[in-house]
């Protein structure tokens, strides 16, 4: 264990790792991972979905995705790991009025930015989906972006956990981060259960417990962290065969192609912050019931596997990056509010170059300074699954 280093990342899950590559690709290899668990990739990373998608409602997180997919697609070459990339879209069903022109807008919005999404029409969806048994009679409209689709997490996160080793990073797994010491208004040390490192920058990338992390620094980072669900079943007749992820937007209902059965999981609205990942089984008759609605043929499948984890879920939907004013040396990598998977890529960089340059200038990251709470909520990301 290092007993000081130039930087210092607090959790090793996939946006930690990709922040410790970003780093040690510019140079900057003076650097240890924190992880508590004794393996990294365990927290959120590894309960997710997946997916990764252009479609959002805001500007900003639309430009995120944009660069973040333009990443994964160029990964298994530039990192030499597969990550069972399928880029056979987002496909979002819409029930209601003011969901069509919520989502009309969105199209616009993202056409506008560069991304190739289309509004399509219920009797178009056999077009964009072949072959998957949907049942449409209640949907009024869907959209569907073909540049959307689905990855490997465990697959993105090794890429970067072995290329940051390879570039000279280190990473220490079964250490408890249990204080930040902050001195005169800057970052000096981090103290685990065990050692202490000094330091003058440290990241919290802690997932769901960034709120337990940023206290340690004297700072309340606005995150709770929301329980999600998910569920995959054994292969069956009527699984779909491309890998589209199917949304019922208003419900929250989504499932896609897995081992060729299907992954689903679906939000439940009444839920309470907690860091509980047990599986609600009664909610689970409340998704079969949608689920069935949706797409019938599941009806036909066995569960295989059911699972609990938590979205790091920020006030306005909205990741909090950057430096923090009045404590210098500390970055936050925090609330990406379910979307933390596909915006990993792109972080990694703008974190890097926050350190690195002073400020990220691939994307102007400022919207998302944790500043921004100081005037009370403003633009919120609608597009939550
Ligand atoms: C059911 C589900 C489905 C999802 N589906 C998608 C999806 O389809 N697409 C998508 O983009 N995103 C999805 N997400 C969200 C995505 O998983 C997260 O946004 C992302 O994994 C966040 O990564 P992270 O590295 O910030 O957090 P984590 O993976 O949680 O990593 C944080 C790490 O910090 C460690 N840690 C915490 N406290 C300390 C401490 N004090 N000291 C040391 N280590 C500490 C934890 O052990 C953990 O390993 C989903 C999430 C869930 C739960």
Redesign the pocket.
Known sequence: MKSAAEVVI????????SIAYHLAERGVTDIVV????DM?????????????RHQFSTEVNIRLSLLSVSKLERFPEELEQPIDFHQDGYLFLLQRPDEVESFRQNVQLQQRLGVPVELVKPEEVERVLPNTELALDDVLAATYCAKDG?SD?AGVTEGYRRSALRLGAAIATS????GIQVEGGRVVGVQ?RTDRISTSTVVN??????R??GK?AGIDVPVVPL????WTTKPFPKAPGRWT?VVDFSTGFYFHRESGGVLF?MGNKEEAPTFDLSVDWEFFDRVMEVAIHRFPPIADAAIKNA??????TSPDAHPILGRVPGIQGFVL??G?????????PAVGQLIAEEIIDGRAHTLDISALSIQRFAGGVTEVEINV?
């Open positions: 607090i959790g090793g899950g996939v946006v930690g790792l924190l992880e508590k668990e990294v990739g365990t927290g959120s990373t590894g309960r997710c979905a997946g997916g990764f689905v997490p250490q408890e981060v249990t685990t990338a802690a997932g769901p417990h960034a337990v992390v340690m329980r999600r669900f998910i992820l999981g699972w609990a984890g938590s979205y790091e990598a925090n990406f509010s379910g979307h933390g998977f596909q915006h990993a699954v």
